[in-house]
């Protein structure tokens, strides 16, 4: 059973760039959350994605958006790339009843910007 | 505003003693708390989580004590192996649906064989 996968696993864009991360959730699961894990910070939550919604925003402007496909997968889209936007880019998935109790975290994109 | 701190960026344990790991927390409407453990190139796994009306749950060598009127947690590993080593983060939620996990800077456990 595959879990949360994500891609790529590294990516270097320049200021003002545009940019797309993907998740593919854990089998079973239909929710999925975005988090951004700055150099020595813990995660902070992006947005999380159920039934193809946006359902709650953390505290990020408009340049970050997402997507949450039919088969629950998930895209990141991050505009206007700024030099603070370099971080690692976690996804998460639960869902099946379980909650946020039961998230389980992809391996990360880590995002550069030059 | 950082609702969930971690204070000790790092600790070092010899292996078979106690780590103990500290969490403090400002928000009251927190539900539950959970502990993850983080190794390099992977993503966070869940490791054990504690409900807000209980103080204490146990999971083999994990053990996690809620003091709800200091806000403060603890995570104490016993006894601690080489395979312990790792960031630990702690995190909050609120038990509304599937809410957001807000997460404390975490301590990085270095455990000395």
């Known amino acids: 059973d595959a879990g949360v996968t994500q891609s790529p696993t590294h990516l270097i864009k320049t200021r003002g760039q545009q940019v797309t991360l993907r998740c593919s959730p854990k089998?079973?699961?239909?929710?999925v959350s975005w988090y951004q894990q700055a150099l020595g910070q813990g995660p902070q939550f992006i947005f999380q994605?159920?039934?193809?919604?946006?359902?709650q925003r953390g505290n990020f402007p408009d340049r970050f958006s997402g997507h949450q496909f039919p088969n629950y997968s998930s895209e990141l889209n991050v505009n206007a790339l700024l030099l603070g936007d370099s971080a690692l880019y976690l996804c998460?998935?639960?869902?099946?009843?379980?909650?946020?109790?039961?998230?389980?975290f992809g391996p990360g994109t880590r995002l550069t910007v030059l | 505003d950082q609702q969930v701190k971690q204070n000790s960026p790092s600790l070092s344990v010899q292996e078979g003693r106690i780590s103990i790991l500290n969490c403090d927390y400002t928000?009251?409407?927190?539900?539950?708390f959970l502990w993850y453990k983080k190794y390099p190139a992977e993503g966070p796994t869940f490791l054990i989580s504690?409900?807000?009306?209980?103080d204490k749950n146990e999971d083999g060598r994990f053990t996690v004590f809620l003091n709800k009127s200091a806000k403060h947690l603890s995570l104490h590993i016993v006894p601690s192996q080489p395979g312990d080593s790792a960031v630990y983060f702690c995190?909050?939620?609120?038990?509304?649906?599937?809410?957001?996990?807000?997460f404390g800077t975490g301590t990085r456990l270095t455990i000395i064989p």
């Open positions: 998460a998935s639960s869902g099946g009843g379980q909650g946020a109790l039961e998230q389980f």
């Open positions: 089998s079973g699961h239909d929710t």
């Open positions: 994605y159920y039934e193809e919604e946006e359902r």
């Open positions: 928000n009251s409407m927190f539900d539950y």
């Open positions: 504690i409900s807000s009306i209980k």
């Open positions: 995190a909050a939620i609120s038990a509304r649906g599937n809410e957001k996990l807000t």
